[in-house]
């Protein structure tokens, strides 16, 4: 596996740097992407949509990547993990039993997985399209 750390304040400036580091062949499957609420999260969703990268993302109180700390930014981790190695499970538990919820998502990896981890992250920010079950 191989992963390259991207950033930028703008939309644009996240598009260039992806197009410039796939340009030796990269080709990223999945994108850990911290974002700060003020930046348009649907522009960027579109950027890596267009490439079919995969997103698990939150917002945070600063964005961090190699070793540094953002404001008002986007810090992008691309991996070039085979697609088959991963699912993402987007639920809404706003009206759910968190419990509930968290076993049937562990069995749907399990379903696909013999021995499946997690990374878990909670948001406040989901929208229905982006429910993946």
Same mark, same amino acid.
């Given at each position: 596996m191989k992963s390259k750390s991207i950033s930028g304040k703008s939309t644009e400036d996240i598009? /260039? =740097? !992806? *197009?410039?580091?796939m340009s030796d062949n990269f080709? %990223?499957? !999945? =994108? &850990? /992407?911290f974002i700060s609420i003020r930046q348009d999260i649907d522009a960027i969703r579109a950027t890596l949509d267009q490439h079919d990268i995969k997103i &698990?993302?939150?917002?945070?109180?600063?964005e961090f990547i190699d070793g540094?700390?953002?404001k008002e930014s986007i810090a992008i981790l691309l991996l070039d993990l085979d697609p088959s190695g991963f699912i993402l499970l987007l639920e809404d538990?706003?009206? *759910?039993? %968190?419990?509930?919820l968290a076993g049937?998502? =562990?069995a749907k990896a399990v379903e696909k997985f013999k021995k499946p981890s997690f990374i878990i992250s909670g948001s406040v920010y /989901?929208? %229905?399209?982006?429910?993946v079950s």
């Open positions: 598009s /260039v =740097a !992806l *197009q410039k580091s080709k %990223p499957a !999945l =994108a &850990f /992407v &698990f993302g939150a917002s945070s109180a600063g540094e700390i953002g538990y706003s009206d *759910q039993d %968190p419990v509930a049937a998502m =562990a /989901v929208k %229905p399209e982006w429910s």
